[in-house]
């Protein structure tokens, strides 16, 4: 085999979809695995879904993914730039190209001028409908003589290009995951390769493509599987040899439909700014319809290339799993340098209002304490602000277990002892933080749960949290003794 060649060519939209990202994904795990090429297409023909920035968008988003692409469309200094010998990589500067090719299918008769009006075309529809059959065109245009066609297109009437299918022929094609593919020719519709805006279609301008750009892989999802006899028979009738295809199942929501808009977050965009980490959206979309040989579920990009295969692709659709997401994103918080994971919660903790910009700059070390103690319990950095807000402004004691801890009969003793010891220090260290419970515990005779529950229920409103030495520190002498005798006031409630 020679060098593996493959590319991720979605239409800019205006943003990318989770399941996007994981087909570029597959196609970078492939490239690297065979130490070959991947590259980044846009197709964009249909002008109608065109949106403006969509391409930085697209390319903002692999890039923050980790997902390099070596050829094709690249931003550089705000611009669009193209990079490689196969260029140019966005279709609408390809027009030309296309027109070129599709003129050799007409002349081979593998291509056809078709003049049919939009009224016949919904006619033929309407009657096919009425007798239960596929909507499929009639071939009424597929006999026009060349004069007639000449004498049509200098009058200045519309046209369309269509493929010229031949009549009862088997197109088989061999698909990675799928298996082999077989479809009749009867059973298929003389495509559209040609618009009339003059516009080459999808399947006219991604075989072309794939091809001039030496393709040796079309790894793509699994919607287009049904489209890809028709490329298999473009291939023939050009002369060239097709791609091997690789069509992926579907990224799926619990209910098993398709992940859209409609139900909430389904692009990169949308979890970068939830506070989820590129390398768990990689590792947990790598999971959605591929699982390496050993089950092993954490997996760095460079573990990946050298576990990924096409062998372990799942036929049916992987079902994406916000828990399971929420599983890899908290092992990765984990894993980061604690100074990376402070800066990704500022935004999210200025905007809560608990902390100005201000106030986290002035002690950054302070903060990332702060961020450290509840690392623990974030599954997204987005939610540093609800794990501490208990620890800003006044006591709030709302659960059940905690007014029960706060109302046993030594917490008031337990409050008088802590304060005592509190009174007696310039500032709450370490090391005063880290012994003073032992103190407390020898002054009062209470020990264990029931000397640390109630401690925690008078200093933090709950029974459960973080390290209570931790939270001694960060409170500081002050607010320790202030939210202490907020605590007597609630035992006295
Ligand atoms: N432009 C198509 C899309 O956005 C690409 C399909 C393909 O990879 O062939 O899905």
């Given at each position: 085999?020679?060098?593996?060649?493959?590319?991720?060519a979605?239409?800019?939209?205006?943003?990318?979809?989770?399941?996007?990202?994981?087909?570029?994904?597959?196609?970078?795990?492939?490239?690297?695995?065979?130490k070959?090429?991947?590259i980044?297409?846009?197709?964009?023909?249909?002008?109608?879904?065109?949106?403006?920035?969509?391409?930085?968008?697209?390319?903002?988003?692999?890039?923050?993914?980790g997902?390099?692409?070596?050829?094709?469309?690249?931003?550089e200094?705000?611009?669009?730039?193209e990079?490689?010998?196969h260029?140019?990589?966005?279709?609408?500067?390809?027009?030309?190209l296309?027109?070129?090719?599709v003129?050799?299918?007409?002349?081979?008769?593998?291509?056809?001028?078709?003049?049919?009006?939009?009224?016949r075309l919904?006619?033929?529809?309407?009657?096919?409908?009425?007798?239960?059959q596929?909507?499929?065109?009639?071939?009424?245009c597929?006999?026009?003589?060349k004069?007639?066609?000449?004498?049509?297109i200098?009058?200045?009437?519309?046209?369309?290009?269509?493929?010229?299918l031949?009549?009862?022929?088997?197109?088989?094609?061999?698909?990675?995951?799928?298996?082999?593919?077989?479809?009749n020719t009867d059973?298929?519709?003389?495509?559209?390769?040609v618009?009339s805006d003059?516009?080459?279609?999808?399947?006219?301008a991604?075989v072309?493509?794939?091809?001039?750009?030496?393709?040796?892989?079309?790894?793509?999802?699994?919607?287009?599987?049904?489209?890809?006899?028709?490329?298999?028979?473009?291939?023939?009738?050009?002369?060239?040899?097709?791609?091997?295809?690789?069509?992926?199942?579907?990224?799926?929501?619990?209910?098993?439909?398709?992940l859209?808009?409609?139900?909430?977050?389904?692009?990169?965009?949308?979890?970068?700014?939830?506070?989820?980490?590129?390398?768990?959206?990689?590792?947990?979309?790598?999971?959605?319809?591929?699982?390496?040989?050993d089950?092993?579920?954490?997996?760095?990009?460079?573990?990946?290339?050298?576990k990924?295969?096409?062998?372990?692709?799942?036929?049916?659709?992987?079902?994406?799993?916000?828990?399971?997401?929420?599983w890899?994103?908290?092992?990765?918080?984990?894993?980061?340098?604690?100074?990376k994971?402070?800066?990704?919660?500022e935004?999210?903790?200025?905007?809560?209002?608990?902390?100005t910009?201000?106030?986290?700059?002035?002690?950054?070390n302070?903060?990332?304490?702060?961020?450290?103690?509840?690392?623990?319990?974030?599954?997204?950095?987005?939610?540093?602000?609800?794990?501490?807000?208990?620890?800003?402004?006044?006591?709030?004691?709302?659960?059940?277990?905690?007014?029960e801890?706060?109302?046993?009969?030594?917490?008031?003793?337990?409050i008088?002892?802590l304060?005592?010891?509190?009174?007696?220090?310039?500032?709450?260290?370490e090391?005063?933080?880290?012994t003073?419970?032992?103190?407390?515990?020898?002054?009062?005779?209470?020990?264990?749960?029931?000397?640390?529950?109630?401690?925690?229920?008078?200093?933090?409103?709950?029974?459960?949290g973080?390290e209570?030495s931790?939270?001694?520190?960060?409170?500081?002498?002050?607010?320790?003794?202030?939210?202490?005798?907020?605590?007597?006031?609630?035992?006295?409630?």
């Amino acid at each position: 085999m020679g060098e593996v060649r493959v590319r991720f060519a979605p239409s800019p939209t205006g943003f990318l979809h989770i399941g996007g990202l994981r087909t570029a994904l597959y196609n970078y795990l492939f490239a690297k695995k065979n130490k070959g090429k991947f590259i980044l297409r846009i197709e964009d023909t249909d002008r109608s879904r065109f949106v403006e920035g969509a391409i930085e968008n697209l390319i903002d988003a692999l890039e923050w993914s980790g997902i390099g692409h070596d050829e094709g469309v690249f931003v550089e200094d705000g611009n669009i730039i193209e990079k490689g010998e196969h260029g140019p990589y966005i279709q609408s500067n390809r027009l030309d190209l296309y027109r070129k090719y599709v003129d050799t299918l007409i002349e081979n008769d593998k291509a056809y001028y078709c003049f049919c009006s939009k009224e016949r075309l919904d006619n033929l529809r309407e009657e096919q409908r009425i007798k239960g059959q596929v909507p499929k065109y009639d071939g009424f245009c597929r006999g026009l003589s060349k004069e007639e066609v000449k004498r049509r297109i200098e009058a200045g009437e519309e046209y369309v290009i269509r493929l010229k299918l031949p009549r009862n022929q088997d197109i088989t094609f061999d698909d990675a995951v799928r298996g082999k593919v077989t479809i009749n020719t009867d059973e298929m519709d003389d495509q559209v390769l040609v618009k009339s805006d003059g516009f080459p279609t999808y399947h006219l301008a991604v075989v072309v493509d794939d091809h001039l750009m030496g393709i040796t892989h079309v790894v793509r999802g699994e919607e287009w599987l049904p489209s890809t006899p028709k490329h298999v028979y473009l291939y023939q009738a050009f002369g060239w040899e097709a791609p091997k295809f690789v069509h992926l199942p579907t990224v799926l929501n619990k209910n098993r439909k398709k992940l859209s808009k409609r139900e909430g977050d389904v692009s990169v965009e949308d979890f970068r700014s939830k506070g989820y980490l590129p390398e768990a959206l990689i590792n947990y979309l790598a999971l959605v319809g591929w699982s390496p040989e050993d089950g092993e579920e954490i997996l760095s990009l460079d573990e990946m290339v050298e576990k990924f295969s096409f062998d372990r692709v799942g036929k049916s659709g992987g079902i994406f799993d916000i828990e399971k997401l929420n599983w890899v994103n908290a092992h990765y918080i984990k894993e980061y340098p604690l100074e990376k994971i402070a800066e990704l919660t500022e935004p999210a903790m200025i905007e809560s209002g608990l902390m100005t910009k201000d106030e986290i700059a002035k002690d950054w070390n302070k903060y990332k304490y702060l961020v450290e103690t509840v690392l623990d319990s974030l599954d997204t950095v987005n939610e540093l602000p609800e794990k501490v807000s208990f620890l800003f402004g006044d006591l709030k004691v709302e659960e059940a277990d905690a007014i029960e801890q706060l109302k046993g009969e030594n917490t008031e003793k337990l409050i008088t002892s802590l304060e005592k010891e509190l009174v007696q220090v310039e500032e709450v260290d370490e090391e005063f933080a880290k012994t003073v419970m032992k103190r407390v515990q020898k002054d009062t005779g209470v020990k264990g749960k029931n000397l640390y529950m109630p401690v925690r229920a008078a200093l933090t409103g709950n029974v459960h949290g973080p390290e209570l030495s931790n939270i001694m520190i960060i409170l500081g002498k002050n607010e320790l003794l202030r939210r202490l005798e907020q605590a007597r006031q609630e035992i006295i409630k």
